[in-house]
């Protein structure tokens, strides 16, 4: 259809205003992980020390705060209002704060799961280095809940980059939205939820897709269904 805004079109709307918007929310989905993975993983393994009572508390504070209360204090300590560049990292900052205190504290329970498995006390008989039994042995079972839960975050990101979008002057399908939703568009809202409930769908299909290529029990269970049915 035709925007009830502008007259443009809705497909050709789309297409200028969604990149902005994933290109966000994928920044964000790898900024909170590559940050949340290790620090979890590290505060299980160094459960009640220093770095894990610290990290912990950090990150709390981070769950706890709203995203648009991070957005608008980065926005109004940053000065760098004018710089697009500096504008999209902030917005990637804010919207990475509550995915990376979630992913963080799912990453260590995870951890401190694993870490009581018998493969582990086989690995520490073997000779091998804590090193190498935290990174080969014990992180890779415990990334399992954690690629699950990115699946799960794509809708939060999708929502808080709305308002991400308009504190920062991004021109994304948020601040868009805002505009249709003052005009009352319903061309480009029936748009935007057809697209953001697609690019959910196929973000859930991937952290499947993900979860079977790091377990492979997942690939067998799944090999002997598929033959079991033929």
Same mark, same amino acid.
């Given at each position: ?5 502008d ?17 966000l ?12 993975v ?28 709203p ?8 926005? /109004?300590s940053?000065g *760098?209002a +004018?710089? !697009?560049?500096a $504008? %999209?990292a902030?917005?990637? #900052?804010?919207?990475? &704060?509550?995915s ?8 260590r ?11 582990? /006390?086989?690995?520490? *008989?073997? +000779?091998? !280095?804590?090193? $190498? %039994?935290?990174?080969?042995? #014990?992180?890779r079972? &415990? ?21 991400v ?6 021109? +994304?399908?948020?601040y ?6 003052? #005009?009352?568009?319903a &061309?480009w ?7 953001a ?34």
């Open positions: 259809g035709m925007s009830a805004i007259g443009a079109p809705i497909a050709d709307k789309l297409r200028a205003r969604a990149p902005v918007t994933f290109l929310c994928s920044l964000a989905l790898v900024v909170s992980w590559a940050i949340a290790p620090v979890g993983a590290f505060g299980a393994w160094r459960r009640g020390r220093a770095f894990d009572v610290v990290s912990s508390a950090v990150l709390f504070v981070l769950y706890a705060m995203t648009f209360a991070i957005a608008e204090l980065l926005r /109004r940053s *760098a +004018g710089v !697009s560049g $504008r %999209v902030l917005a990637v #900052a804010s919207l990475s &704060a509550g990376l205190a979630t992913c963080s504290r799912w990453q329970a995870a951890m401190l799961e694993v870490v009581r498995q018998d493969f582990v /006390r086989t690995a520490y *008989a073997k +000779g091998l !280095s804590s090193w $190498r %039994v935290m990174v080969v042995h #014990a992180l079972n &415990a990334l399992m809940p954690t690629v699950t839960l990115a699946g799960l975050h794509l809708p939060a990101l999708l929502g808080g980059a709305f308002v979008e308009e504190i920062f002057g991004l021109p +994304g399908l948020g868009e939205t805002l505009r249709a939703i003052e #005009a009352h568009d &061309a809202l029936m748009a935007v939820i057809l697209v409930a697609v690019a959910i769908t196929m973000g859930l299909v991937a952290s499947d897709v993900a979860y079977g290529a790091l377990d492979p029990r997942v690939r067998e269970e799944l090999s002997r269904r598929q033959g079991g049915t033929a």
